[in-house]
C-alpha cells in the first residue's frame, strides 16, 4: 500500500507569505495528524482530523494556522502570513482506528521562514 | 498533561548494546511506544509495550515498569544504520493524540 505523502519535501519563503503543505493519508485510515518538530526538538501535537471533522486542534499555536481536510481525504496546512518562528518540519501522520497501532507518518516538509 | 523524558544524546560503538531511558509523568497512562526517526525522514514507529515487561522485536527490545514510571528501549547487535533520533511516545497512536518525548539522537561510532 502506498504510504503518507507529504508535499513539498521543502519551502522557502519570507516572512509574510503564505505557503500551503499537503498531506494524503494511507487510503482507509480516517485519523490524520499533523505535528511539527522545531529546532531538534521534540516532535508536537498540532491538530487531528477524524474523516472530515477536526477532533481536536488544541496544538494549533495561533489563527495564521488553517488546516482543512476535503471531503476527508487529503489534508492542507496553511500558514499565513508566515513568521520565523514557523520554520521546522512539518509531519502529517495517518492512523487505524486501533489504539496500539502506531502512526504511519510522511516524510515531512521542511519550512524555512527567512 | 503528559510528559516523557529521555537523554539528549547517546553515542556507542558498532556492535555494542546500548539502552535509551524514558521517563514519563502522565494524568492518564495508555502503555509506552518508541519510534526511531533518520535525520530527514519520517518518524517509524517501533514497539509498544501495554503491560510491564520485556517486548522483543529482532535487535530491538523494549521494557516498560508502569510503578516505576519508565521504560527503556535496548538496541543490541549496533549498526551504523541505527545511527538516528529514538522517541518515547504515549499512547502508541491509533485514533489518539501522541504525546512525545524529548527524543535521544543516538551516534554509532566505528
Known amino acids: 500500500e502506498a504510504g503518507v505523502t507529504q508535499f513539498p519535501s521543502h519551502s522557502v519563503i519570507e516572512k509574510g507569505q503564505t505557503v500551503t503543505l499537503r498531506c494524503d493519508p494511507i487510503?482507509?485510515?480516517?485519523?490524520l495528524y499533523w505535528y511539527r518538530r522545531v529546532m531538534g526538538k521534540e516532535i508536537k501535537f498540532l491538530l487531528h482530523?477524524?474523516?472530515?471533522?477536526?477532533?481536536?486542534e488544541s496544538g494549533m499555536p495561533n489563527n495564521r494556522f488553517l488546516a482543512e481536510r476535503t471531503g476527508g481525504t487529503y489534508s492542507t496546512l496553511k500558514v499565513q502570513p508566515a513568521e520565523l518562528e514557523d520554520s521546522g518540519v512539518y509531519f502529517c501522520?495517518?492512523?487505524?482506528?486501533?489504539?496500539?497501532?502506531?502512526?504511519?507518518f510522511g516524510s515531512g516538509t521542511r519550512l524555512t521562514v527567512v | 498533561g503528559q510528559s516523557l523524558e529521555q537523554p539528549s544524546e547517546v553515542t556507542a560503538v558498532e556492535g555494542a548494546i546500548v539502552q535509551i531511558n524514558c521517563t514519563y509523568q502522565t494524568s492518564g497512562f495508555y502503555g509506552l511506544s518508541w519510534y526511531q526517526q533518520h535525520d530527514g525522514g519520517a518518524p517509524t514507529f517501533l514497539s509498544y509495550n501495554a503491560l510491564d515487561g520485556l517486548e522483543e522485536t529482532g535487535r530491538f527490545s523494549s521494557f516498560l515498569s508502569r510503578s516505576d514510571s519508565y521504560g527503556y528501549l535496548l538496541l543490541q547487535e549496533l549498526q551504523m544504520k541505527d545511527s538516528a533520533s529514538y522517541f518515547c511516545?504515549?499512547?502508541?497512536?491509533?485514533?489518539?493524540?501522541?504525546?512525545f518525548g524529548t527524543g535521544t539522537k543516538l551516534q554509532v561510532i566505528p
Open positions: 482530523f477524524v474523516k472530515e471533522s477536526k477532533q481536536d
Open positions: 501522520a495517518s492512523s487505524q482506528d486501533r489504539s496500539n497501532y502506531g502512526y504511519t
Open positions: 487510503s482507509g485510515h480516517d485519523n
Open positions: 511516545a504515549c499512547p502508541p497512536g491509533g485514533y489518539q493524540k501522541v504525546t
